[in-house]
């Protein structure tokens, strides 16, 4: 097991968290939470080097962990399967040698200590799994969606995200007994993610997550540690039940702090009511002394005020917003990237792009938006109505400027305190209203952006990646806050949960084609769950019937060979004399002949149906 002991980490006077204990088991699957910059990156690489902490220590038992960045890789140099290899280096040096000596052999075939040698090195090389590494290596490839001819590319020739899902293949390819994995889904679609959820969920060590994909979390990990106000807590449980339990212990928590405040000011308005009265003295003491002795339960920070306002959209009438007809779509100068498409987006749709990465979700959208032309076929976007394009970027917010000086262009003829009231509505109250934007958080930042879009009236929505980045608190603002839009929205994002929430149609991009599916991604899932198994058990009914025509062609081989040596049997008893000079045994075996020879013909006709059967 991996233990931290009284773990404290400051940056001068700020403090990130302090006394952290904690004991991390060989099979567990963990997770750490909070909201941007508490510390969660920190508290993981300390797991891997204690002298990162400002107090405390890590034990952890000469136990192997690997930490997911981009020092996996070695040298950039290096081609993708030289990386792969440095993981089996017992693999490839018991392989080199068992090649010497078989160059030694070809001199020397009869030498048996070199006979020997090599049974030895063999069989060292099967206990090492050395037939499988291929195997094993092209399996990850193909699940994060490389192909085989990619191993033989350099590691500085592919992209940044590339180069972080290699460096992750190398890892899950070492096989540590902890796996630290720091947002591990960036740069995967959600076919790789539900891969990797698969592969982690059965993997023999522990592995410790920091992650903001909420269906990630409650698919992998078994036990949550949250970082909040300088504290850690522990859940044993996924993240959707984590929720739950938190908000038991917050009610607990306040109802506790609440009682107690009702007990000191008892305590205190006795003292103060009789502190000059000497027949009271010994009850104002006693009280005083209980007031010393308490131990002050601190006020339960409240996490579940939730933003109040909607989206509001000029055009709710179920009129055509876009239109694309037989288009085929793609850069310019670049392959097609999907053919033969039919989409039609109406008012107060709300659709969602998944597809594998590289696919052209992005390539879609800007085509439907007239940004990029459409190689061929037509797009019909209506002209009149008002799009708002939103990510995770924020890039247009002006950081010198705070969140009031924003607000106030687009609310004019309103009063400051109108504004401040506004302004409330997205949690940001008293003298927040007067942070400068480059002093806000992640989710700080989604919530100026939310309180413009709402007062710009959009009638199209685009969503490109929104999430990325965010803690799991802003996404669920987000989501929520899109909840109440009536208006239109198109959605490219890996976030299953969040488009789970918004979307109820899906366009499903795959090579060169596309298909349309009606629903939220959960019923997606479903179907494709139900599709999968329809697939199976007829595969297998396939494969029952196979089995059974093989069993029949067998049995009627069996019955042919009989028939056909009964046949010649019956030939051979024709050809002697006492048979064929008398008449009457000879009419009665032609006979018997010509109904032999009938059943054999019976015989090979109903083969040859099984065997049409079977092609």
């Known amino acids: 097991m991996i233990t931290l002991s009284n773990i404290s980490k400051h940056y001068g006077s700020e403090v990130l968290f302090q006394n952290v204990n904690l004991t991390i088991n060989k099979h567990d699957k963990v997770a750490i939470i909070g909201d941007n910059g508490v510390g969660k990156t920190t508290l993981l690489k300390i797991i891997l080097d204690d002298s990162l902490a400002t107090d405390g220590e890590v034990r952890s038992n000469k136990l192997s962990i690997g930490y997911l960045s981009q020092r996996v890789i070695e040298d950039v140099k290096n081609t993708a399967m030289q990386e792969f290899n440095q993981v089996f280096r017992q693999i490839t040096n018991t392989e080199a040698l068992m090649f010497e000596v078989l160059e030694q052999l070809e001199t020397d075939p009869s030498n048996e200590l070199l006979v020997a040698k090599y049974g030895q090195l063999e069989n060292k090389f099967l206990q090492l799994g050395g037939y499988d590494k291929q195997v094993e290596i092209n399996k990850m490839l193909t699940a994060f969606g490389f192909s085989e001819a990619d191993v033989n590319r350099t590691i500085e020739s592919f992209s940044g995200g590339e180069r972080t899902k290699l460096a992750l293949i190398k890892l899950l390819l070492l096989k540590p007994d902890y796996l ?19 592969y982690l969920r059965s993997y023999e060590g522990a592995v410790i997550i920091i992650s903001h994909d909420r269906y990630f ?10 970082i909040e106000n300088q504290t850690v807590s522990r859940y044993n449980t996924n993240y959707t039940n984590y929720l739950i339990e938190k908000e038991l212990r917050y009610n607990h928590q306040l109802a506790n702090y609440e009682r107690q405040q009702k007990e000191i000011t008892e305590l ?4 103060e009511r009789f502190r000059n009265k000497p027949s009271k003295i010994g009850q104002v003491n006693d009280r005083k002394s209980k007031l010393e002795r308490m131990e002050i339960i601190p006020k339960p920070l409240d996490h579940f005020k939730k933003i109040s306002f909607e989206f509001e959209s000029l055009h709710l009438k179920r009129s055509s917003y876009v239109e694309i007809i037989d288009g085929e779509i793609g850069y310019p100068d670049d392959d097609t990237l999907i053919q033969g498409l039919n ?8 659709i969602g792009i998944i597809g594998p990465n590289g696919i052209g979700k992005t390539t879609l959208l800007k085509t439907m938006l007239k940004q990029i032309p459409i190689k061929s076929g037509q797009v019909l976007l209506h002209q009149k109505i008002k799009i708002g394009y939103f990510d995770q970027q924020q890039n247009d917010l002006d950081t010198s400027k705070t969140i009031f000086d924003v607000i106030k262009p687009y609310m004019p003829d309103e009063s ?53 980045h965010l803690d799991l608190k802003s996404k669920e603002v987000l989501g929520e806050a899109l909840m109440t839009y009536q208006g239109t929205i198109l959605c490219v994002s890996h976030d299953r949960y969040f488009m789970n929430q918004l979307i109820k149609k899906y366009v499903l991009l795959q090579p060169h084609s596309y298909s349309i599916f009606e629903g939220k991604y959960d019923n997606y899932v479903d179907y494709m769950e139900q599709t999968v198994k329809v697939q199976k058990e007829k595969k297998q009914k396939q494969i029952v019937t196979k089995k059974k025509i093989n069993r029949n062609l067998g049995k009627l081989e069996k019955k042919i060979e009989n028939q056909e040596q009964e046949l010649s049997q019956l030939t051979e008893q024709s050809m002697l004399p006492e048979i064929y000079n008398d008449f009457v045994k000879a009419d009665a075996l032609r006979l018997q002949i010509a109904e032999c020879d009938k059943q054999l013909n019976l015989l090979m006709e109903e083969y040859e149906n099984e065997l049409m059967k079977e092609v």
Not at 180 to 198: A, F, K, M, V, Y
Not at 343 to 350: A, E, P, Y
């Open 180 to 198: 630290l994995l720091d947002e591990p889904t960036n740069h995967l679609d959600i076919q790789t993610i539900e891969w990797l959820e698969s």
């Open 217 to 226: 979390l409650d698919k992998v990990v078994t036990k949550i540690i949250e």
């Open 268 to 271: 205190n308005s006795f003292i």
């Open 343 to 350: 989409l039609r987006v109406d008012g107060g749709d709300k």
């Open 416 to 468: 400051d305190s109108f504004i401040r009231r506004y302004l409330g509505r997205f949690l940001f109250t008293g003298r927040d209203v007067f942070k400068k934007i480059g002093d806000l958080s992640g989710g700080e930042k989604i919530r100026v952006v939310l309180a413009q879009f709402a007062l710009e009236e959009y009638d199209l929505i685009i969503l490109d990646e929104p999430t990325n």
